[in-house]
């Protein structure tokens, strides 16, 4: 598979992600004026959100705001992914999730899988958890249950009102015992296979916790016709191979965003 002439992983880098499911990434992703450039913009988009809105519900904000393309498609972020996907890449999606200090919501157990089946084929997705914020274990750090990146699970529903979203794994397919907390520093990351179960717990702490996921699939994933209406990818590097029709990060795409919050879509 080729590889990017600065690949930022190691081969046992790579190898652990490959085997674990998930690779924690502690050392800057940004040099530090890109960070906080970063960071500067999200206190901005996070300062003139709705009140009704909660900040964990921050979804594909790319598709209205095309400055974040300074660092979904930044080298600096596709040559981390691109020993694991290859060299064609394509941006799938991306999510600022914000936990409030003192009532940030708990992220059920989930497989990112299980709400994009329908979307993507084959599902071969990489998160990049960008921290913005610290994020330990008092704050609501991710928890990863490592090797369990097999895709479709079972799920029982859950009180909405205090999660993310409405749905968790059955508690039987879990081995809670097993899980691993991801706990960064900001401007650190982790990854993650798009099949791994993960979760977090809420935020009942004095120090807020924000990260962004950003999401890539190699160019061998096609997106499906029906997804089309809701969501749609970028080509961040390389060439399509799977015949999909890409989005212009120059543009906004504002009916795309109202047409998810009509029908209750979101990146999980």
């Not at 998930?22 to 960071?39: E, N």
């Not at 989930?110 to 913005?132: G, R």
């Not at 990146?149 to 799920?155: R, T």
């Not at 969501?231 to 999909?244: E, F, I, K, S």
Request: glycine share 4%; charged share 25%.
């Amino acid at each position: 598979m080729p590889v990017t002439q600065f690949p930022r992983l190691s081969q046992q880098q790579l190898a652990t992600y490959r085997t674990e499911g998930y690779l924690i990434y502690d050392r800057p992703i940004f040099s530090q004026k890109k960070f906080d450039a970063l960071k500067a913009h999200f206190e901005d988009k996070l300062a003139r959100l709705p009140s009704d809105i909660r900040p964990e519900a921050m979804d594909v904000p790319h598709f209205t705001d095309s400055k974040l393309f300074e660092w979904l498609l930044s080298d600096e972020v596709l040559d981390l992914v691109e020993p694991i996907l290859g060299s064609d890449i394509a941006l799938f999606s991306s999510h600022f999730i914000c936990k409030p200090k003192g009532h940030g919501k708990k992220v059920p157990w989930h497989e990112d899988s299980f709400y994009w089946k329908a979307m993507l084929t084959p599902m071969e997705v990489v998160t990049v958890w960008l921290a913005i914020d610290p994020s330990t274990r008092e704050n609501g750090a991710m928890l990863v249950i490592p090797r369990t990146f097999h895709g479709d699970s079972e799920v029982d529903h859950v009180d909405k009102a205090s999660n993310v979203f409405g749905t968790e794994i059955k508690q039987h397919l879990r081995d809670e015992s097993k899980a691993v907390t991801i706990e960064l520093e900001p401007n650190h990351a982790s990854l993650h296979d798009g099949r791994l179960m993960h979760g977090s717990p809420p935020n009942t702490s004095n120090i807020r916790r924000c990260g962004y996921t950003m999401r890539y699939m190699p160019t061998t994933v096609k997106l499906s016709e029906s997804a089309q209406k809701f969501h749609q990818v970028y080509l961040a590097r390389g060439r399509d191979h799977a015949g999909n029709v890409y989005a212009d990060p120059t543009q906004s795409y504002p009916h795309l965003a109202r047409y998810r919050e009509t029908h209750g879509k979101n990146s999980h």
